[in-house]
């Protein structure tokens, strides 16, 4: 089970103090960057500066990398909106060239039938884990709360493998994700399952 938007509501809440804390400039790149992009962290900023009436700034050669983040150039300089460098909870980072890296914390919350769900599938005979490309304390939360032992930090290729290592011990693997970076999961595993609000890669890589 992939995490966000799959274990969880898939809709994090930026800190208002960390959103406070930037420049008009920094919010404006920020908004930008975020609009290029479906990942759960991206919508959630998206919302949080619609309701606070930001504009977005004009980017030119942006390109969004599956587990990295968006990249693009403003007034010239290098900008990025991905993971942050250091292991923090369920975070993004805004870099602009020049300046301080600014790092934005979330909070998510378990879908309301997330344990009811697990308990069914255990009863069915399903054993269940955690495979997230979240930070390791983001990830380790819901794996506290759900009592399901998890992989972090996973790229989509270090998903892959996590499924074909199954796959080789002679597992029959259901992979069930909704993002960008689930889709080589999702295509590698015996049956996969993508959520309505999944990324149309994730829609068309899942079985159902």
Not at 6 to 13: C, E, H, S
Request: glycine content about 10%.
């Amino acid at each position: 089970l992939d995490k966000t938007g799959t274990l969880t509501l898939g809709r994090p809440v930026p800190d208002e103090v960390a959103l406070g804390a930037l420049s008009a400039a920094q919010a404006s790149v920020a908004l930008a960057l975020a609009s290029h992009s479906r990942h759960p962290l991206s919508l959630g900023l998206v919302q949080a500066f619609g309701a606070q009436g930001v504009q977005a700034a004009m980017l030119e050669d942006v390109r969004e990398e599956p587990g990295q983040g968006v990249t693009a150039r403003w007034n010239g300089l290098s900008v990025v909106l991905g993971r942050p460098a250091s292991a923090q909870g369920m975070a993004t980072a805004l870099r602009i060239e020049g300046d301080p890296v600014r790092v934005i914390p979330f909070a998510d919350r378990l879908r309301p039938d997330a344990t009811e769900a697990l308990v069914r599938l255990e009863a069915l005979g399903v054993e269940s884990s955690i495979l997230s490309g979240d930070s390791v304390p983001a990830v380790a939360a819901v794996s506290h709360a759900t009592g399901l032992t998890a992989q972090a930090a996973a790229s989509p290729a270090d998903k892959q493998d996590a499924i074909q290592r199954l796959q080789n011990a002679g597992r029959k693997v259901i992979m069930a994700g909704d993002g960008l970076n689930d889709g080589p999961a999702l295509a590698a595993a015996h049956a996969s399952i993508a959520p309505g609000s999944a990324s149309d890669v994730g829609r068309q890589a899942a079985d159902m």
